[in-house]
């Protein structure tokens, strides 16, 4: 048989990576998920990820890389743990790269102190609403005190809300850009008020629910946001989601979106 594939010989100048191919072989993993996995693979079993490094070893570009990460967790072969500071605020990620996958789908919420922080790709999406909503709450339990103000990180750890990492990354990135610009930390809010802007934070519409955006465009949408002036309300997040505040954001951030493209 003709020769199709030629290889070279391998040896200290010209080192090889072995690789179970099971993850080659895996229909449901993309070329790039493939890709990737196996440029993780060959880098040295005490390796620190950070994505910003990754990034400079291929053209593809940070939506590219984030989407890749993400469709590896999805299939197990990655395992990524959030991580924050002292003083409760996110740090980053960590991550365990698997050549057999674990569980699909795992993020923890953990401690440690490795890694970069990652986000999703940015798509317009069409989903069930009820995929975004918060699970599992505290809130069922009739002591709890309802009418008690947290700030969102003490809401997200008191209350053992179970929310997607993507949207309270986004969450927290809003209070932050609002204690930049107000000077002073976001107002405390209710429990009854963080589960509301958690549930609503994908929903731009209220016409449509069976319409989301990722997280990612939200944080875009936020930027035009503390980019208004505003005569009426403030930059409170519960003005953000109330009326048509959004709405219009999210339109201005659709026109400018047709400009460029133009």
Request: charged content about 30%; aromatic content about 10%; overall charge negative.
């Amino acid at each position: 048989m003709e020769q199709s594939i030629f290889r070279i010989q391998k040896d200290s100048n010209n080192p090889y990576v072995m690789v179970n191919k099971q993850l080659l072989n895996n229909t449901e993993l993309s070329w790039k998920g493939k890709g990737l996995l196996t440029y993780l693979l060959s880098l040295p079993d005490n390796w620190k990820i950070y994505e910003d490094e990754i990034v400079k070893h291929a053209k593809d570009g940070k939506d590219s890389l984030k989407s890749a990460i993400k469709e590896l967790i999805e299939n197990g072969y990655i395992e990524r743990e959030r991580i924050r500071n002292s003083h409760g605020q996110l740090k980053g990620y960590s991550y365990c790269v698997y050549e057999i996958p674990t569980k699909s789908g795992l993020s923890i919420v953990g401690k440690s102190n490795k890694g970069e922080s990652a986000t999703t790709n940015n798509n317009l999406t069409k989903n069930d609403r009820n995929n975004n909503k918060t699970m599992g709450s505290l809130s069922d339990d009739k002591t709890s005190d309802k009418n008690k103000t947290v700030d969102f990180v003490s809401f997200v750890s008191i209350y053992k809300y179970r929310i997607d990492s993507s949207v309270e990354e986004s969450i927290e990135r809003y209070t932050n850009i609002y204690k930049r610009k107000m000077k002073e930390n976001h107002p405390n809010l209710t429990e009854k008020q963080w589960k509301q802007v958690v549930d609503e934070w994908l929903n731009i519409d209220h016409e449509y629910d069976d319409i989301t955006v990722d997280a990612e465009i939200v944080d875009e949408i936020v930027d035009i946001h503390f980019a208004t002036k505003y005569t009426k309300g403030n930059y409170n997040i519960m003005h953000f989601i109330s009326g048509e505040i959004r709405k219009n954001r999210f339109h201005e951030w659709q026109r400018s979106g047709e400009a460029e493209e133009g």
